[in-house]
């Protein structure tokens, strides 16, 4: 018969492997990606933030909880809440790319594009980390749809002004070409 | 004189090849002066060197009891643990260096972390001691298999995180740290089947996998220390009128 330690040793085996398994795609894939500007700022305006603002709006909510009945309510609220978490979501992919942008920048010889890297940087930090919040209070909301909550963190403010520093950037890189280089064929 | 078969062949080769390596990646830390950029993983490089040598003097000398030799190797052990710890916290601040935020935010993120991963190891070394052997560095190998738990998830969080969050690593940086996690982690799972199997042949057996896998992790240091650091730049032409777009496009995105 396997003794508990025997169990206990293939299990250590598992947990390791299975780690090993992502540091080896961690590699790979850092190898592999590549820094796409214009993605990124395809994906910043494909999302429209006034629709956002208005699935998460708490007088919104109110109104329907108001005015439906509870089980129709439920439905509604967990239908607004799921659409609501795939903006957040697309939002904080968008920043993640936005930092890598910013962290490039930042290291730009001219002065103006650096220093508007690191304010890109920051605010993509500061916007992923506020969208994971986001995320977890939507998937909240799904599961917990007569759950009164708190308001969201303030998600669109951050946007909003991580799409204000990447307009900045956007305005240097036009007339320095530190920041961008040609693709290869 | 030592008596050559296969088994002693290989197991010199192992023990004496990473060490010759780790000479080597020394002299590319000097050369590259990252040892000022890296100095905990510099002293961590060193003292595998110089804690070899005695080793492998105890390892050759005829005399010398398997128990005097298993004093030296956990006493080296725990030190090389604790030096370990100090190149993960070198590494995640080299991380975290460029950004103020996530200096504060980061960290105190990994510090719940690594709360969470000791609390973790202690139970497990309490609750899944390993095998039931009375010899006393068996104690030991659950003590860095527990340390090996938390390194490795340490490092494994570390990398995660930086990729949730979109953060560029230095090519050294992430060579150190992918270099160690790999490291970690085969320790974790070597040093569980040691605690567990306490035979003779298996413990023979997972010593030749442990320096085996030591060698491939100093290849990966060397491997990432010498290859030329990533240009981090776009690769996607940024014509003029298209940021212009773009500048209108955020413009109204921002008066909205």
Known sequence: MISQAMIAAWIFVAVAFFALGILVYVAIRSRTRRIDLEKAVQSFRSLDIEAFRNLVDSGEDAFLRDNLPPRKFREIKRRRAWAAFIYAWEAGRAAAALAKIGQAAQRSSDPEIAASGVQVAENAFRLRLQTIGACLHLLTEVLLPDLRSPSLPPLVDEYERAAETLFRLGRFSSRVQGLARPKSA | ?256
């Open chain 2, 1 to 256: 004189m030592l008596s050559l078969n296969w088994h002693r062949a290989l197991s010199l080769f192992l023990l004496i090849a990473p060490h010759v390596l780790l000479g080597v990646l020394a002299v590319i830390l000097y050369k590259r002066r990252l040892y000022r950029e890296f100095p905990c993983f510099f002293v961590y490089v060193l003292y595998e060197i110089a804690k070899f040598i005695p080793l492998f003097a105890l390892y050759s000398v005829q005399g010398v009891t398997g128990k005097q030799y298993a004093y030296a190797y956990c006493v080296t052990l725990l030190i090389s643990i604790v030096l370990r710890f100090g190149v993960i916290d070198e590494i995640s601040r080299n991380l975290f260096r460029e950004s103020q935020f996530l200096k504060v935010a980061a960290r105190r993120s990994l510090q719940c972390v690594t709360g969470l991963f000791l609390g973790a190891g202690a139970l497990l070394a309490v609750y899944a001691p390993g095998g039931n052997s009375a010899k006393w560095y068996a104690g030991i190998f659950v003590v860095n298999r527990g340390a090996a738990m938390v390194q490795s998830g340490l490092l494994l969080a570390l990398l995660l995180f930086s990729r949730f969050l979109g953060l560029s690593w230095r090519r050294s940086a992430f060579g150190i740290a992918l270099g160690l996690a790999v490291l970690t982690s085969l320790d974790l799972a070597m040093f569980a089947l040691r605690a567990a199997f306490t035979s003779e042949a298996a413990a023979n057996f997972l010593d030749l996998l442990i320096t085996g896998t030591y060698l491939v992790c100093v290849s990966i240091w060397i491997g990432y220390l010498l290859a030329p650091e990533l240009e981090l730049v776009s690769p996607t032409v940024v014509a003029h009128d298209e940021v212009e777009t773009w500048n209108r496009e955020l413009q109204q995105l921002i008066k909205q």
